[in-house]
């Protein structure tokens, strides 16, 4: 079992572009079913009630990949493009 408290200090990254997404700051709940429903994400604009910057985003329940000890990896969006970066 894992606590809110322990989820809510995991930084959440892309697998598909590798990319920091941020940190989770709400979490939706099915009360009657007792199950996660989703995420919320703080942009890239820092932690913090009084944070600025980022946009926030959902993540659903269905695209976390791993919750690991430091880190929750998803699966969302599209991949990274090696031709920007000219490889």
Known sequence: M????????????NVKN???MGFIMDI?????????????????????????G???QVIFWNDILKIGCDTIIVNIGSELNLNEFNI
């Open 2 to 13: 894992i606590r809110v408290s322990d989820i809510m200090e995991k930084e959440v990254i």
């Open 18 to 20: 590798g990319k920091r």
């Open 54 to 56: 980022g946009e926030d």
């Open 28 to 52: 939706d709940m099915d009360v009657n079913d007792g199950k996660v429903i989703s995420f919320t994400i703080m942009g890239d604009g820092g932690r913090g009630f009084f944070a600025r």
